[in-house]
């Protein structure tokens, strides 16, 4: 399908078939993603619950880093998709060649402030005396990689806002499968250590950003490169980029300050707790992500149809990106809620690990058909260029609504507060989201409805 534009899709085909075949890849993508971090996890495990604890440590400063990254492409995804559905292609193409060049700077700045800061960022993050090496020999290969895994993420967003959404999958699958390949390579074949993890993360992530470097600058992108070398300094696009990306930013941001608190409230239940934690945020994160690649699928859409004036159609990907997602998501919630045992006991060999592990798991999994309606929210506003509310919305997840309930439930019911704080705040979030694109849609249809009588009455 991708041999037609864009454009040319956008106007010929039905949504639900364009945002499937947008996000068939996209999906695709986020499972090889998920399935080498759940490869890195059971590997980790097999090295004892302080390397599994200290490889959750570092989760917050690979959230970080990942927003840094879906910032800038997110928010350059979201002003391309819309340019283009205005017809203004060199624009469009300015936007992309600067989100690359800033991805690029703050990749290395990331890198830099990172080295500098390692031993007190950790420390805020958690790390006791015990998981501190362990997490310092992971940590240093996340932030080489910082510079690539913020490239990967842009060229990915850049190349799906123009449907090619195929191009996108190549470089994410072709680094996914390397570092599969290399994990246990590294960890017991050569005995690196937990490092040995970190340092085929960091392979997979330099050559996804070589492939999609690749598929950017050799051809393959509907945007060409005319005037590329001036394009790339203006401030301006600079600051549209980032303001339009501040959702991603809040989403991405807060995971990381959600990282932080949720280790440094399990620690005081022990290496046990640190350990389950962090195996269940990996393994939840399977889901979270599959249901992020699907609402990247109908992101283009929605910002496209949004710049034409297509209110009808944009309304028409919503439901359908909506409904069959939590659908899906009831399918997957309700397996993941009975296996859990089972797939919890391939991570988790103690038993007081095993038995956080299970509980938390299986409190999202009760949560999880709602998701959808706060991934979808937020991108839908985020698409549009309702940067105030996506903001929001992005922020309720792992900010706003989770973080009193982080420091709150731990005081009131113990351990069992850390356990459902993420899954309760899953789902007052979907709540909080359900009025605001009511509400939306609501004013759409009534401009639509009021556009139609006064140009009938024109007619007359």
């Not at 362990?134 to 799906?160: C, D, K, M, N």
């Not at 937020?378 to 997840?397: E, T, Y």
């Amino acid at each position: 399908m991708e041999n037609k534009s864009l454009e040319q899709r956008m106007e010929t085909e039905p949504v639900h078939r364009v945002i499937l075949s947008l996000a068939a890849p996209t999906v695709l993508s986020m499972l090889v993603i998920s399935a080498y971090s759940i490869v890195d996890t059971f590997f980790v495990t097999r090295l004892g619950s302080r390397a599994t604890g200290a490889v959750g440590i570092t989760f917050a400063l690979v959230a970080w880093i990942q927003a840094v990254g879906y910032t800038v492409g997110m928010g350059a995804g979201s002003l391309v998709s819309r340019l283009l559905g205005k017809k203004e292609k060199e624009q469009a193409e300015q936007i992309a060649n600067s989100a690359i060049m800033s991805g690029l700077l703050l990749g290395l700045i990331s890198l830099g402030a990172g080295l500098i800061f390692l031993t007190p960022l950790l420390k805020l993050s958690g790390a006791t005396t015990e998981l501190l090496p362990y997490a310092r020999e992971y940590a240093l290969f996340v932030l080489l990689s910082a510079p690539f895994t913020i490239e990967t993420l842009v060229l990915g967003t850049l190349l799906r806002a123009q449907g090619r959404a195929k191009a996108s999958m190549a470089g994410m699958v072709t680094g996914g499968i390397l570092d599969i390949i290399l994990t246990p390579v590294f960890l017991f074949v050569l005995n690196l250590g937990v490092k040995g993890a970190a340092l085929a993360a960091f392979i997979g992530q330099t050559v996804a950003a070589m492939v999609l470097g690749g598929c950017f600058w050799h051809g393959r992108m509907k945007l060409n490169r005319k005037k590329q070398s001036k394009n790339f300094f203006k401030i301006k696009d600079y600051g549209s980029i980032i303001k339009n990306g501040l959702p991603s930013l809040c989403r991405q941001g807060f995971a990381s300050v959600a990282a932080v608190l949720l280790n440094r409230q399990a620690v005081g239940y022990g290496d046990a707790a640190v350990a389950a934690m962090s195996v269940d945020g990996r393994l939840f994160m399977v889901f979270f992500s599959l249901f992020i690649g699907y609402g990247q699928g109908f992101q283009p859409v929605a910002g496209y149809q949004f710049g034409a004036e297509n209110k009808k159609k944009l309304k028409q990907a919503f439901i359908f990106t909506l409904w069959s997602s939590i659908i899906a998501a009831a399918g997957i919630g309700l397996a993941g809620f009975l296996f859990a045992p089972m797939i919890m006991s391939f991570f988790l060999k103690e038993d007081m690990a095993a038995r956080i592990g299970i509980f938390t798991f299986r409190s999202q999994c009760l949560i999880l058909p709602l998701i959808p309606i706060g991934i979808l929210s937020n991108m839908l506003f985020q698409g549009i260029g309702q940067q105030g509310k996506a903001a929001f919305l992005s922020a309720c997840r792992q900010g706003i609504v989770f973080l009193p309930l982080i420091f709150l439930l731990p005081e009131w019911i113990g351990l069992a507060g850390v356990e459902i704080a993420q899954a309760l705040s899953d789902g007052l979030t979907a709540i909080i989201s359900i009025p605001f694109v009511f509400c939306y849609f609501q004013k759409s249809e009534k401009k639509r409805t009021k556009k139609k009588t006064s140009d009938g009455k024109r007619r007359l």
